[in-house]
């Protein structure tokens, strides 16, 4: 074979090398993943960016692509693509567990066995560890500085001399307020006459958590149920809100990430996970304001110290196989 062949083989093989690592995700010569990284992602614009620009400070061989929208968005775009032939991402950081457990039912998920979970609290992930809790978003009472009364549990929201004057997300919209539907009407102290009292009480169901933190934060009504970091920063910020954790517990949301099973970079797609779940990856979520699904990052700034949460116990499988009647039923009740 003549030189100048033989050097062309090499080239073309060389090239070949390179477009399948760029592919598949190989190692770099640092042993760190490089290639493409599909993220879909239902945080909001400000914590998607700076979650991206922080995994790349570690990793910046990989390159981030992101396709960012609301939770039942990304669930919509993800099940068009399977029926379509299969979705381009590798990886996903979602509001809640239930839309994992779903993809996981669906056998969408691949199985991490080696995440880094030492620390973590084991309700905080799945027991297959196909999906990992990044933080706990708790709902809680929020309540105008204005009120004349204040309410210490649930149970209280319910009483004559709140009629009226309460807000609350209406889980066709929200996922957080799927989770506490799910959550509190499998409580015996709570269950389905609870909501039912509610809108005996003349509560109103609006579309999202920010609808609630308008109504309480302009006085429309007095009290509403809201999720943690939403009212403590808008108080930070001089709204007249107050935030109660109420007595009987709070229900709460994960925002977990998770790797498609169909992953074409699963080198990165471990890496992502292994930054979320990482110190570094937890003590962001602190700084972005957020309570860490791993206690030993810190507190954020407006969480008061000491503070004590007791979370309410989820059913997360059980939530999701329920989840089509509960919103029915909620449906049925608040007429929206």
Same mark, same amino acid.
Do not use: C, H
């Given at each position: 074979?003549?030189?100048?062949?033989?050097?062309?083989?090499?080239?073309?093989?060389?090239? &070949?090398?390179?477009?399948?690592?760029?592919?598949?995700?190989?190692? !770099?010569?640092?042993?760190?993943?490089?290639?493409?990284?599909?993220? +879909?992602?239902?945080?909001?614009?400000?914590?998607?960016?700076?979650?991206?620009?922080?995994?790349? /400070?570690?990793?910046?061989?990989?390159?981030?692509?992101?396709?960012?929208?609301?939770?039942?968005? =990304?669930?919509?775009? $993800?099940?068009?693509?399977?029926?379509?032939?299969?979705?381009?991402?590798?990886?996903?950081?979602?509001?809640? &567990?239930?839309?994992?457990?779903?993809?996981?039912?669906?056998? /969408?998920?691949?199985?991490?066995?080696?995440?880094?979970?030492?620390?973590?609290?084991?309700?905080?992930?799945?027991?297959? @560890?196909? +999906?990992?809790?990044?933080?706990?978003?708790?709902?809680?009472?929020?309540?105008?500085?204005?009120?004349?009364? @204040?309410?210490?549990?649930?149970?209280? $929201?319910?009483?004559?001399?709140?009629?009226?004057?309460?807000?609350?997300?209406?889980?066709? +919209?929200?996922?957080?307020?799927?989770?506490?539907?799910?959550?509190?009407?499998? /409580?015996?102290?709570?269950?389905?006459? +609870?909501?039912?009292?509610?809108?005996?009480?003349? &509560?109103?169901? =609006?579309?999202?958590?920010?609808?609630?933190?308008? #109504?309480?934060?302009?006085?429309?009504?007095?009290?509403?149920?809201?999720?943690?970091?939403?009212?403590?920063?808008?108080?930070?910020?001089?709204?007249?809100?107050?935030?109660?954790?109420?007595?009987?517990?709070?229900? !709460?949301?994960?925002?977990?990430?998770?790797?498609?099973?169909?992953?074409?970079?699963?080198?990165?797609? /471990? #890496?992502?996970?292994?930054?979320?779940?990482?110190?570094?990856?937890?003590?962001?979520?602190?700084?972005?304001?957020?309570?860490?699904?791993?206690?030993?990052?810190?507190?954020? !700034?407006?969480?008061?110290?000491?503070?004590?949460?007791?979370?309410?116990?989820?059913?997360?499988?059980?939530? =999701?196989?329920?989840?089509?009647?509960?919103?029915? @039923?909620?449906?049925?009740?608040?007429?929206?």
């Amino acid at each position: 074979m003549k030189v100048a062949s033989r050097r062309r083989l090499i080239l073309a093989a060389g090239l &070949a090398a390179i477009i399948v690592a760029a592919a598949t995700g190989a190692q !770099a010569p640092d042993g760190k993943p490089n290639g493409k990284l599909v993220l +879909y992602t239902s945080q909001p614009e400000r914590d998607a960016s700076q979650t991206v620009a922080a995994f790349k /400070r570690v990793y910046p061989a990989v390159e981030v692509e992101v396709f960012r929208s609301g939770t039942s968005e =990304v669930m919509a775009k $993800l099940a068009a693509e399977f029926s379509g032939g299969g979705s381009k991402a590798d990886v996903l950081l979602l509001a809640d &567990a239930a839309s994992m457990e779903s993809l996981k039912k669906e056998g /969408r998920l691949l199985a991490y066995p080696d995440a880094k979970v030492a620390g973590l609290d084991s309700d905080t992930y799945d027991a297959d @560890r196909t +999906y990992f809790g990044s933080k706990l978003i708790t709902t809680g009472i929020a309540v105008n500085t204005s009120a004349k009364s @204040r309410p210490t549990s649930w149970a209280d $929201l319910v009483r004559p001399e709140y009629k009226g004057q309460i807000a609350m997300p209406s889980p066709l +919209y929200s996922g957080a307020a799927a989770i506490m539907l799910g959550t509190m009407t499998t /409580r015996p102290d709570l269950g389905w006459t +609870y909501f039912e009292k509610l809108k005996a009480a003349d &509560a109103v169901a =609006v579309r999202g958590n920010g609808a609630v933190l308008t #109504a309480v934060a302009n006085g429309e009504k007095s009290y509403g149920v809201l999720v943690d970091f939403m009212a403590f920063n808008a108080k930070a910020k001089g709204s007249p809100i107050d935030f109660i954790f109420p007595m009987e517990g709070t229900p !709460a949301v994960t925002e977990p990430v998770a790797i498609l099973k169909t992953t074409q970079n699963a080198p990165a797609a /471990r #890496a992502f996970v292994d930054f979320i779940l990482s110190d570094e990856g937890q003590k962001l979520a602190v700084s972005m304001g957020y309570i860490p699904a791993r206690a030993s990052a810190g507190s954020p !700034a407006w969480l008061p110290p000491g503070t004590k949460i007791k979370l309410m116990n989820t059913d997360i499988p059980r939530v =999701v196989q329920s989840n089509s009647a509960n919103l029915k @039923r909620f449906a049925d009740i608040f007429g929206n």
